[in-house]
């Protein structure tokens, strides 16, 4: 936009419709801090009652200083951002990639260790260009974040090309590849609702297709999950708990009995490893409910909302179910994440299972029995008699045993 105004005079809309605007004081500016811009009704409300400011210590001098000059440069920069959006254009043409609309443009490699080892590659030769990893994009799309600016010419944003194509051929088109796909998470409502019955399901299905993979993250208690999915789904392989405790109790209370307390970094490497030691689908079960705390401040919710996986949520079929599910589904969308499958657990109850189809705006939802006795083959002739492959994948309905 000339003089750099910004999406709102980009739009066209009439100023007498805006409210205020929000500038940032880093990023294009260069300094720090932040600008809200207003009526002067606006303004001094804002400084009587609004929670950033009541406690704020003013910028100093040279940060407002440095942001009024920033501001008339911006103004005055029309030329440098043309040359911006064309170089961009530039690079994501030889990229065979979308061009960026601002001076960003991301590479989509897809593994974190080949997006760590080109962007080092890269730097080695000059180019200052970084790794953008999960948990600050979705698992599955590590990404190179390419920053284009005025000063750089033709020749080098060609040579940067050249060397990302280069990488591309050495690696075996290891650079914007398909991501692997996002792993599915089985969640709960509640403990004790059969999420694990329910992992056993999937992965028994899943590996009527070819291997899979399933993890159980956190572990407390004396009961082991991962022991009891063994034996449910022998064949189906199985990664060690990041963390194990002895209390049956929630994770952030059973870490802190054992003096300890969950390492979300480690918990979130653990999960890369996990993802990356096979090719196998991953399967994953949380400890507890969604809103179980991991830490004083994470609960599992906030985990998955951060790496995003396929969510697979199981709820009782009996009273309270209805409050329960509904409100673990609004939690889960208003993160963002997809609910895939609604596995309802226990006895049939025909009118709570009506209401859920018809309130939850899940696609697929499916009723599992008590089984007795559990077993592998229990949970075979469920999968014989429902089809899971609008779930899974076409490829599940051939592979059903006969």
Same mark, same amino acid.
Request: hydrophobic share 45%; glycine share 8%; proline share 6%.
């Given at each position: ?152 010419? @033709?020749? &080098? ?6 060397? %990302? +194509?280069? !990488?591309?051929?050495?690696? *075996?088109?290891?650079? =914007? /590849? ?123 919710? @906030?985990? &998955? ?6 969510? %697979? +949520?199981? !709820?009782?079929?009996?009273? *309270?179910?209805?409050? =329960? /599910? ?77």
């Amino acid at each position: 936009m000339p003089q750099g105004a910004g999406a709102w005079r980009a739009s066209g809309a009439s100023d007498e419709r805006l409210a205020a605007r929000i500038v940032t004081g880093g990023k294009a500016l260069g300094a720090s801090g932040g600008l809200v811009v207003g009526s002067t009704a606006l303004r001094q409300e804002l400084l009587s009652s609004a929670r950033s400011f009541v406690f704020t210590t003013g910028v100093s001098p040279a940060i407002a200083g440095c942001l009024l000059k920033a501001v008339e440069k911006a103004t005055q920069a029309d030329e440098a951002r043309c040359l911006i959006k064309e170089r961009g254009a530039r690079l994501a043409a030889s990229l065979k990639l979308c061009a960026p609309d601002a001076a960003i443009l991301p590479v989509p490699v897809g593994d974190n260790e080949a997006a760590v080892a080109l962007a080092t590659s890269l730097q080695r030769d000059g180019f200052d260009v970084r790794a953008v990893r999960p948990p600050t994009v979705p698992l599955g799309t590590a990404r190179l974040r390419v920053v284009i600016h005025s000063t750089q010419t @033709d020749e &080098i944003v060609d040579a940067l090309a050249e060397k %990302i +194509l280069a !990488a591309k051929l050495t690696a *075996g088109d290891s650079v =914007h /590849t398909e991501p692997r796909p996002a792993p599915l998470c089985v969640a709960g409502t509640d403990t004790e609702i059969g999420k694990t019955v329910v992992s056993a399901l999937l992965v028994r299905a899943l590996s009527r297709r070819g291997p899979a993979r399933y993890w159980k993250p956190i572990q407390t208690g004396d009961d082991c999950d991962t022991s009891t999915l063994q034996a449910l789904a022998p064949e189906v392989a199985t990664g060690a708990p990041a963390f194990r405790y002895p209390r049956p109790a929630s994770p952030h209370h059973a870490a802190e009995s054992a003096g300890e307390r969950i390492d979300m970094g480690a918990l979130n490497a653990a999960l890369d490893r996990e993802r990356e030691s096979s090719d196998a689908p991953l399967l994953f079960e949380l400890a507890g409910g969604l809103h179980v705390p991991l830490t004083g401040a994470t609960t599992n919710l @906030d985990w &998955i909302a951060a790496c995003h996986p396929r969510v %697979i +949520l199981v !709820a009782r079929t009996g009273l *309270g179910t209805l409050n =329960h /599910t509904l409100l673990s589904i609004e939690a889960l969308r208003t993160r963002n994440l997809k609910i895939d499958a609604l596995f309802l657990v226990g006895e049939a109850h025909p009118d709570n299972e009506r209401t859920l189809r018809e309130l939850s705006g899940v696609a697929i939802v499916h009723h599992l029995p008590l089984l007795d006795p559990l077993s592998a083959r229990s949970l075979d002739d469920w999968l014989d008699e429902n089809d899971l492959s609008p779930l899974l994948g076409p490829t599940l309905a051939a592979c059903s045993k006969s």
